[in-house]
Nanobody, 129 residues
Framework: QVQLVESGGGLVQPGRSLRLSCVAS????????VGWFRQAPGHVREDIGC????????YYADSVKGRFTISRDNPKNTVYLEIASLKSEDTAVYYC??????????????????????WGQGTQVTVSP
């Protein structure tokens, strides 16, 4: 069974960049579409984007286009989320997720952001001077 663990969060000053990692165990992550999400205290969970399994096609929510980049490092069984020019409103718990029942299946799209059933524990990003 695929399991995901996020890491890389912490306390970061505004304007800095940060790279978060989503590391898989129990499966080859290249076979799975992976999504990124975030949730700030008192707010609903927000879609960030995703990367497809078979063709690595990317989708980003309109709210994060231009500053957020998703990529794969398949030898490390890892999907990354890079955030540039961090702002205070980026403060949130960041999650990666996949659908454990859909290996070798492409569903990275706006409409596919509700397809995930397997989630990491999240990593906290706090942006503050």
């Amino acid at each position: 069974q695929v399991q995901l663990v996020e890491s890389g969060g912490g306390l970061v000053q505004p304007g800095r960049s940060l790279r978060l990692s989503c590391v898989a165990s129990g499966a080859i992550l290249d076979h799975y579409t992976v999504g990124w999400f975030r949730q700030a205290p008192g707010h609903v969970r927000e879609d960030i984007g995703c990367i497809n399994s078979q063709d690595d096609r990317l989708y980003y929510a309109d709210s994060v286009k231009g500053r957020f980049t998703i990529s794969r490092d398949n030898p490390k069984n890892t999907v990354y989320l890079e955030i540039a020019s961090l702002k205070s409103e980026d403060t949130a718990v960041y999650y990666c997720a996949t659908d454990s029942t859909r290996n070798d299946y492409n569903y990275c799209s706006a409409s596919g952001m509700g397809e995930y059933d397997t989630w990491g524990q999240g990593t906290q990003v706090t942006v503050s001077p």
